[in-house]
């Protein structure tokens, strides 16, 4: 098992930037791919980016593309995600996932892990 947990949300401005951390109680790298959804109100879980487990895979989502960038710190055993012109329609829950498989999945349901969440607030 992997524990999971969210920090650096909050409340920003449109066209902002908010930069989210996800620390895992254990190694990562080599282990498991990771990946960042979001859930709003109303709406259901949503894959917003992902990595694989040797860091050098990515994927997004096409709402998120050329705005977010996820990446991973073996040494910390961590997955940041850094969310730059930040809009209200990014107002959600995020949360980290992981599932022991070498490349991310955009479906949440391969996923094993998951952290509480961290909300984020995007105003206008």
């Known amino acids: 098992q992997v524990q999971l947990v969210e920090s650096g949300g909050g409340l920003v401005q449109a066209g902002g930037s908010l930069r989210l951390s996800c620390a895992a109680s254990?190694?990562?790298?080599?282990?498991?791919?990771m990946g960042w959804f979001r859930q709003a109100p109303g709406k259901e879980r949503e894959f917003v980016a992902g990595?694989?487990?040797?860091?050098?895979?990515?994927r997004y989502a096409d709402s998120v593309k050329g705005r977010f960038t996820i990446s991973s710190d073996a040494a910390k055993n961590t997955v940041n995600l850094e969310m730059n012109s930040l809009k209200p329609e990014d107002t959600a829950v995020y949360y980290c996932?992981?599932?022991?498989?070498?490349?991310?999945?955009?479906?949440?349901?391969?996923?094993?892990?998951w952290g509480q969440g961290t909300q984020v607030t995007v105003s206008s």
């Open positions: 254990k190694r990562t790298f080599g282990r498991y791919a």
């Open positions: 990595i694989g487990w040797s860091g050098g895979s990515t």
């Open positions: 996932a992981a599932r022991p498989f070498y490349s991310s999945s955009a479906n949440s349901d391969n996923y094993d892990y």
